[in-house]
C-alpha cells in the first residue's frame, strides 16, 4: 500500500524531502517538549506560574522581533544552511542548562536561554518554508506542504507526552538530553539535501536594513498576502489568543480534569488533518474563498467555550473547528510558493511568521482584563462575531479570493534596469 508513495515521481521518492520530514518532524518534537521541561525546571527552582509565563512569551517575542532579520539571511545563504544552523543552536542552548545545573539555576540566566532559542526559531521558521520548492516539483507543492503540516502538527501533540513521560522516569536531566539529541539528528539529517543553486537578485549587493524594507515591498505588493497576514494577525490576538487561555481554564473548571483540554486539542488537529487531505484531494478553484470560508469555522470553539454544556459537545465543537485550518495548510505556503519570486521567499515567510505571532502574547496577556470588563460568556461570543466579520472585510481584497495577483511578479528596482 505504501509503496506507491516512493514509485518514482510521488511525493516520497524525493529524498531530499523525506529528510526535510524526518528532520522537522524530530525537531518540533523536540520543540514541544522543551517548555514541559522548562515549567518543571522553574518550578522547581522556585519560580512561580508568572515567571513562567513571561519566560515563555519571551521566546515569542524574540522569534517575532528576530523574524526580518532571519528572513534576509535565509534570502542570502542556502536555506538548509540556516535550518542546520538553527537546529544545531537549539541543541547547543538546551545542553548549556544541563551543564549549569537546572534545579538551580538563576531565572535571568534559564530567560536568556529561552530568548537565543527564540531567535534561532525565527531563522528556522523562515527557512522550512522557503526551502521546499526546492525539493519537490510544483505540482507536488500541495500535498508536500499539506503533508509537511500533519506531521508538524502530530509531533507538537507528541512533544509534551514524550517529555512528560521522560521528566517522570528520568528526570528534567534527561529530557534536556533527549530534546538536545533530537535537535542535533534533525541538523545531521539534513546535511544530505541538495537544494539546487541560491537563486540571488541581480544588481549590487543591497544593505541589510534595504532587504529588510524591500521584503516589506513584496508582501505589500502581493496585496493579497499583506491582507491575509494582517487578518490572521488580528484573529490570533483576538480570538484564538482567547481561545488558548480559556480553554484549560474553563474545561478545568467545570469537568474537573485536564483530559477534556487535552482531548479537545488532539481533536482539533485530527480535525485540521482531514480537512486539508480533503482540500488536497478537491479541486479548487478559489482557495482564497475556501480558506476564509471555512476559517469561520474556528467560532465553534469560543461559542461552545461561552456554553460548556457537556464534554461531549466541546470535543465535537473543537473536531469541527478543527476544520477551519485545513485549507490554510494545504493552499497558503503552495501559493506564497508559487507566487513570489525564490529570492524574495525567505523574507515573505519571516514576515508572515512575524506578522502571525506578534500580537498573540498580547492578546493572551489581556484575556484576564477583559474578562473582567466584560464578562467570560459575553467575551467569548464577542470574539466569534469579530472573527467572522474580519473573514468577510478580508474577501473584499482583490486577489484574496484566488489567492493570486493580477500583476507581474515582483522584481526590485535593480532588476528591472537589467531587463
Known amino acids: 500500500m505504501l509503496k506507491k508513495y516512493f514509485e518514482p515521481g510521488a511525493l516520497l521518492s524525493f529524498s531530499a524531502y523525506r529528510n526535510l520530514l524526518i528532520s522537522t518532524t524530530l525537531t518540533n518534537i523536540a520543540m514541544s517538549a522543551f517548555p ?41 545563504l542556502p536555506r538548509k544552511t540556516m535550518l542546520i544552523l538553527a537546529d544545531a543552536f537549539r541543541a547547543i542552548m538546551g545542553s548549556i542548562v544541563i551543564f549549569i545545573n537546572p534545579e538551580n539555576i538563576s531565572m535571568w540566566i534559564l530567560g536568556g536561554i529561552v530568548v537565543l532559542m527564540g531567535v534561532s526559531d525565527g531563522f528556522g521558521g523562515p527557512a522550512a518554508g522557503a526551502i521546499i520548492p526546492s525539493l519537490l516539483p510544483d505540482h507536488l507543492l500541495p500535498s508536500g506542504n499539506v503533508v509537511r503540516g500533519i506531521l508538524l502538527r502530530g509531533s507538537y501533540i507528541a512533544g509534551p507526552g514524550i517529555a512528560g ?9 534527561a529530557t534536556y538530553i533527549a530534546t538536545s539529541v533530537f535537535f542535533l539528528i534533525g541538523a545531521l539529517l539534513l546535511i544530505r539535501i541538495d537544494e539546487g543553486p541560491r537563486v540571488a537578485p541581480v544588481g549590487k549587493e543591497s544593505k541589510f536594513i534595504v532587504e529588510i524594507r ?17 487578518m490572521a494577525s488580528l ?16 474545561t478545568k473548571r467545570d469537568f474537573g480534569t485536564a483530559s477534556v483540554f487535552a482531548t479537545s486539542a488532539a481533536l482539533f488537529s485530527l480535525g485540521g488533518a482531514i480537512s486539508a487531505v480533503i482540500c488536497i484531494k478537491a479541486k479548487v478553484k478559489n482557495p482564497g474563498l475556501v ?15 461561552a ?6 459537545l466541546i470535543f465535537f465543537a473543537y473536531f469541527a473547528a478543527g476544520f477551519s485550518i ?28 512575524m506578522g502571525t505571532f506578534a500580537l498573540m502574547p498580547l492578546g493572551m496577556a489581556l484575556v484576564g482584563p477583559m474578562v473582567n470588563i466584560f464578562g467570560e460568556r459575553e467575551m467569548l461570543i464577542g470574539v466569534a462575531v469579530f472573527h467572522l466579520l474580519i473573514c468577510a472585510v478580508v ?9 493570486k495577483s493580477t500583476k507581474p511578479p515582483y522584481y526590485s528596482q535593480g532588476e528591472q534596469s537589467h531587463s
Open 36 to 76: 514541559i521541561a522548562l515549567a518543571v525546571t522553574v518550578l522547581d527552582a522556585g519560580g512561580s506560574a508568572s515567571t513562567l509565563g513571561l519566560i515563555l512569551a519571551a521566546r515569542v517575542l524574540s522569534g517575532v522581533l528576530f523574524a526580518p532579520v532571519g528572513g534576509v539571511w535565509v534570502d542570502r
Open 165 to 173: 513521560l521522560i521528566v517522570v522516569s528520568l528526570g528534567t536531566h
Open 214 to 230: 524591500e521584503g516589506l515591498r513584496v508582501v505589500w505588493y502581493y496585496k493579497w498576502i499583506a491582507a491575509m497576514i494582517v
Open 235 to 250: 484573529q490570533l490576538m483576538m480570538v484564538v489568543g482567547v481561545e488558548n487561555v480559556l480553554l484549560p481554564v474553563i
Open 291 to 305: 480558506s476564509v470560508a471555512v476559517w469561520g469555522l474556528f467560532i465553534f470553539a469560543p461559542l461552545v467555550l
Open 307 to 312: 456554553f460548556p454544556s457537556s464534554k461531549e
Open 326 to 353: 485545513g485549507p490554510w495548510e494545504a493552499f497558503w505556503a503552495t501559493q506564497v510558493q508559487r507566487e513570489v519570486p525564490a529570492e524574495y521567499q525567505g523574507r515573505v515567510f519571516a514576515i508572515d511568521y
Open 395 to 403: 474577501l473584499f481584497v482583490p486577489g484574496v479570493k484566488q489567492m
